[in-house]
């Protein structure tokens, strides 16, 4: 497994962006990546999804068209730019990574990853 820390999260007004950052101690190359969040009371949720080499990528519903997922594997990095926020992607960001069968592999269920970091807070008021 390798060990994932996010950074990036903050406060933002509505309509703002903000960029969230994971660094991967390990091959990030070895893995598909994923970002995930939560709020209290409720089940992580999908976010958006990277294949190992970044040439897939799939996104929830309801963030398509405003989130971006990319990863830089030279520097064992994943970000998640996220722009146009809402009151409602208020939530504690996690980054999540996973050994993929094929190179272009995604996935949406959280129980697909077997490492996760500690997760970021992101914070959208009205």
């Known amino acids: 497994q390798v060990q994932l820390a996010e950074s990036g999260g903050g406060l933002v007004q509505a309509g703002g962006s903000l960029r969230l950052s994971c660094v991967v101690s390990?091959?990030?190359?070895?893995?598909?990546m994923a970002w995930f969040r939560q709020t209290p009371g409720k089940e992580r949720e999908f976010v958006a999804a990277i294949s190992r080499c970044g040439g897939n990528t799939i996104y929830s519903d309801s963030v398509k068209g405003r989130f971006t997922i990319s990863r830089d594997n030279a520097k064992n990095m994943v970000y998640l730019q996220m722009d146009s926020l809402k009151v409602n992607d208020t939530a504690i960001y996690f980054c999540a990574a996973r050994l993929p069968v094929i190179e272009s592999s995604v996935a949406r269920s959280a129980n697909q990853y077997s490492s996760w970091g500690q997760g970021t807070q992101a914070s959208v008021s009205s």
């Open positions: 390990g091959p990030i190359i070895s893995y598909a």
